[in-house]
């Protein structure tokens, strides 16, 4: 079975803050369509790097696909607010949430795509019921929200889990998308490709790193990706 094409996400949160409008396009011109985008409520986790009213001014100066990831106590709220804005996926974590097949209804009702995302030690038995209504599983390699912890390192059992989700999809017949979110760095690339992710949040270890421009940076990510599928 031919493995299909690996989506290079870009996390907002680690563009230049202070200067969205060309981030957001220096990300175009490297020739990336997808923009993962936080939506933290500083209770679920720690930090809040974007308010909705800035997530409606991005959509405003660009046509990139919005990835949106919410880590909030409230999902419905942020969910209502994001279908408002008009994103292309949404994604709620399964651990705050009660009204799992509401979130899901909600999503789909406005022709967005849907992902639920679980946390590094949360198992994958939480997804049996709701994986066939999903678009996206996203995978949490580090605890949400603490990707400013330079100390925070991936989990050891990131490949496993992959594989593992992978497997899963494949015995149940589904083309859901695995996505991964933490620590998606140049070293581990290659590996989390190789064991079946197919959407890549790349942040300040990846597409960020300092010193090298995004399209270098993007062109070591390809070279990995590559090697990945190979």
């Known amino acids: 079975m031919q493995k299909q094409a ?20 220096e990300i175009e011109q490297a020739g990336l369509e997808v923009l993962h ?30 990835d949106v990831h919410i880590m909030a106590n409230d999902n419905e709220f ?18 705050t949430s009660v009204h799992i097949d509401r ?8 022709d967005t ?16 019921y709701v994986l066939p209504q999903c678009d996206t599983v996203l995978l ?13 390192k991936q989990i050891p059992y990131a490949i496993e889990k992959v594989k593992d989700l992978k497997q899963l999809i494949q015995d149940k017949g589904f083309d859901t998308k695995i996505e991964v979110d933490g620590r998606v760095s140049i ?15 790349a942040g300040s270890t990846s597409l960020f790193i300092k010193g090298n421009s995004l399209s270098e940076n993007k062109q070591n990510i390809d070279k990995k990706i590559s090697a990945g599928l190979n």
């Open 37 to 66: 985008i936080d939506v933290i409520d500083g209770s679920f986790s720690p930090s809040m790097p974007l308010g909705i009213d800035t997530i409606k001014q991005l959509r405003q100066i660009t046509n990139m696909d919005f």
């Open 187 to 201: 070293e581990t690339i290659e590996e989390l490709v190789n064991a079946g992710a197919d959407i890549l949040v």
């Open 78 to 95: 942020f969910i209502q607010e994001m279908i408002k804005i008009g994103v292309e996926q949404i994604t709620f974590h399964l651990e």
């Open 140 to 152: 949490m390699l580090i605890n949400p929200g603490f990707a400013t912890d330079k100390n925070e």
């Open 113 to 128: 795509k849907v992902g639920v995302a679980i946390n590094p030690a949360t198992p994958l038995s939480t997804l049996e």
């Open 103 to 110: 979130y899901i209804n909600l999503i789909k009702k406005s």
């Open 6 to 25: 690996v989506t290079i996400a870009p996390s907002i949160m680690c563009a230049d803050l202070c200067n969205l409008e060309k981030s957001v396009k």
